[in-house]
């Protein structure tokens, strides 16, 4: 299966994530959160250095958040959520296979 990975960056965590042009096409739609349009850049930054928080109900699931101070409609921070899965090599191996589901901004405390 040939995955169109837009980007790819790595955690602190040395993990590799990327996003593909379909969920980045699904975040920055009118409908959902265009206000990203803007902020690529500043998504891969949140998933570079940000801080890192797994979800209780399902450990596979990531949140990563980073304060900006220049982001518009006063939010104060981006969030990305990431999945850690796995996926099968040609060896039959269990292969990383992490991966931007959203991403938003938000007004954080």
Known sequence: M???????????????????????????????????EECEDKLKETIRSGRRTQDPLNPQKYRYTKAFDDLPFGNTHIVAIVLCRFKEGELGQPIPNNYVVTAYQKVMG
């Open 2 to 36: 040939n995955i169109d990975k837009r980007w790819s960056v790595y955690d602190r965590y040395s993990n590799n994530i990327y996003i593909t042009e379909e969920r980045w096409e699904h975040i920055i739609d009118p409908e959902n959160h265009p206000e990203m």
